[in-house]
């Protein structure tokens, strides 16, 4: 008998209109059978979230291609929890995020919806994939689509061990002119925000966090550096965070009630 197709759960933080997502589904449709569930708006720098105190909706809803996919009115993470917790009835054995519009390099994971989508599947031990492409601009996510699709195959078949997840980031390069893949570190991240005060039609001030795109330190061996030189970027995260390096030194703060 032959064995079933590999069941993949593709889900984004863009929405389920996204250009990135019908890209990512159609390179992952070559890989295994695709479900899609993903939030009915844009959930970008979401984090990770898990709804609640409000109930979860799931729609049937109709794509530009005219399939039908799911869309939740959860987080990212909500609609890869709905999915694993059984709202699909297929086991999932692997769930792809994104393409997302726009990079999650170093210190992005931990406010990205894309790559808190994978958490969350890691969380619930099944291997998971995160996919941005690094432009804010007019973009073409096949081959970013494509890569990740190449991906989700050898993960499939190799496995990743658990509370582990692959984030990838690809440059906005047509493929003949990407440099290469590169295995790489989370590097640093350089944040530009700014504190936009206004005043609302009430007298009373408002705030938005504005400010350029952050830029990221080019060293090489990170992530930042090898987007900037135009590799496919491949960073293993974990979800221990713990400063394993400090634990000595927090230890001899000899800390008593
Ligand atoms: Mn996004």
Known sequence: MPSPEPHILVTNDDGIRAPGLLALRDACAEVGDVTILAPNHNWSASGHVKTMHKPLRVSKVT????TSALSTTGAPSDAVALALLGLVDRPIDLVVSGVNHGANLGHDVTYSGTVTAAMEAAI???PAIAVSLNTREQADFE??????????????ERGLPEGVLLNVNVPP?????????RVTRMGLRIYR????????????????IGGPAPTGVEEEGTDIWAVANGYISVTPIQLDLTAHNLLPAVHEWELKL
Request: zero cysteines; a negative charge.
């Open 193 to 208: 925000d700014e504190l936009i005060q206004r005043v609302d039609p009430r007298g009373k001030p408002y705030y938005w």
């Open 173 to 181: 390069l047509p493929a003949d002119e990407i440099a290469g893949v």
């Open 143 to 156: 081959v970013a689509a494509r890569f990740a699709a190449s991906l989700a195959q050898q993960t499939l």
């Open 124 to 126: 619930s031990k099944v």
């Open 63 to 66: 794509l530009a291609d005219g």
